[in-house]
């Protein structure tokens, strides 16, 4: 449980960041793209978090499993559609990299502690 805050905290001020940097340099594509995209991408983290207990608590956690992912995809799907449609491939392109905002923190969180334990391991 521990983690999962942390990947939410770490996963708004990545977005927080997103937006500033995006404001500061007058760029279209990252404030609106990455930075929705990224928002998005912590509403699907706690979507899989309020799938979780709902699947454990139901009698058919198959169908609940199911109907979340395809909530989430079809959400992703709009919104990459829409940002498409009205802005283009780049947008689609930053709306994507917005998408994989709770990817990278896991990724980063994880490569973080392995390096840790290989510190520990070897430098003691």
Excluded: E, H, W
């Amino acid at each position: 449980m521990d983690n999962i805050k942390k990947v939410f905290r770490r996963g708004v001020i990545t977005s927080v960041v997103i937006l500033v940097y995006g404001i500061l340099s007058s760029n279209q594509l990252i404030y609106i793209g990455m930075f929705i995209g990224s928002l998005l991408s912590l509403l699907g983290f706690y979507m899989i978090c309020l799938d979780v207990k709902s699947s454990v608590m139901s009698s058919s956690p198959f169908k609940v499993g199911v109907i979340g992912y395809l909530k989430r995809y079809l959400i992703y799907g709009v919104f990459l559609g829409t940002a498409t449609y009205f802005y283009g491939l780049p947008m689609l392109i930053s709306g994507l990299i917005g998408l994989l905002n709770v990817k990278f923190n896991i990724l980063l969180m994880t490569l973080f502690d392995n390096i840790r334990k290989l510190k520990i391991k070897y430098l003691n």
